[in-house]
């Protein structure tokens, strides 16, 4: 019972943050919008979408991602002003929905742009602003994508092995087929030496995707590196429309501040440009991107919940 209330909380979790993060979007919408829902295209839509999230959070909750959004309002005014972006704000898109960012630019987006909110400016120059919410003041990790996006991107077939091997898992442990029956299995009471097994496999499978990997990068010229290491993690490519990284900080009781991070003008950008890249091993299963001796990012393996019934991601954290 612990187990599954654990599962069961962790969904709970999962969909609070999508909730919050939904509102503090749409909330920065609305202030970048001069207060004026007739400037946000879809107003009617968008505004059914934060009525409908607002009912699914607290009071508590809600003034918390408004709080954020209006400190993060602030900050890009200010940044815009200094950087080019002239005028009034005549027109604001919540790019939540898939094609809204094209139609809104006239023109295709540069593929994994990360706009959630588009800003057009009087000099009809277009912002987008990439939203972050969090209580912390930690860095914010730069993706989630799956593992099997990964091997795509670099050619290594990284989703075949996992499959290969919770099949041979499955039939070793007298699995269920699924990866629900199989949460509900491994998380019963009665099954905690199998669940144990598992966790086993789970690790060495994370350890084996790491080693691959390693040895993948290890054999790249440091060229193709830095580009996948800009274009797929940094998003900082090929970059239109032009958009800044803005996270809205605090929560009750405490400071609510904002900063912005311009993946262009980013520090660790300049260095990974300009230094040479070397590609190193961290813990079970991460691997460091360093450039020049200073650390860059770190890509991780992991599970989304239950090792061997859940699908496995890799996350590109802070170092």
Do not use: C
Not at 55 to 71: G, L
């Amino acid at each position: 019972m612990k187990e599954i209330m654990k599962s069961f909380n962790h969904k709970i979790l999962e969909t609070r943050n999508t909730v919050g993060s939904d509102i503090n979007e749409i909330v920065y919408a609305y202030l970048a919008s001069g207060q004026n829902w007739n400037r946000i295209e879809n107003h009617i839509e968008v505004q059914a979408a934060l009525k409908s999230r607002k009912a699914q959070v607290s009071p508590e909750e809600y003034k918390i991602q408004a709080e954020r959004a209006a400190a993060m309002h602030k900050e890009v005014l200010s940044w815009a002003l200094k950087n080019g972006w002239e005028g009034e704000i005549k027109k604001v898109w919540w790019t939540a929905r898939p094609g809204v960012l094209s139609a809104a630019v006239g023109k295709a987006a540069s593929k994994g742009n990360p706009t959630d909110v588009l800003l057009e400016f009087e000099n009809e120059a277009f912002l987008g602003i990439s939203a972050k919410s969090t209580k912390g003041k930690a860095d914010i990790g730069f993706k989630n994508p799956g593992v099997g996006a990964i091997g795509s991107a670099l050619g290594l077939d990284l989703k075949g092995y996992i499959e290969n091997q919770v099949l041979a898992a499955i039939n070793s442990l007298q699995l269920p087929g699924t990866a629900k029956l199989r949460k509900i299995h491994l998380r019963e009471p009665a099954n905690v030496i199998v669940r144990e097994k598992a966790e086993e496999i789970g690790r060495n499978i994370l350890g084996m995707l790491r080693k691959q990997l390693y040895a993948h990068m290890q054999g790249m010229d440091e060229e193709d590196i830095r580009k996948h290491i800009t274009e797929y993690w940094m998003d900082a490519g090929e970059n239109y429309p032009y958009y800044i990284k803005v996270t809205g900080r605090g929560s009750t009781g405490k400071q609510y501040t904002a900063s912005i991070e311009d993946p262009i003008k980013n520090e660790k950008y300049k260095v990974l440009m300009s230094e040479p890249i070397e590609v190193v091993t961290v813990g079970r299963d991460s691997i460091g991107i360093k450039a020049g001796g200073k650390n860059i990012m770190k890509m991780r393996f992991k599970y989304e919940s239950q090792k061997l019934a859940s699908s496995l991601k890799m996350s590109g954290d802070p170092w």
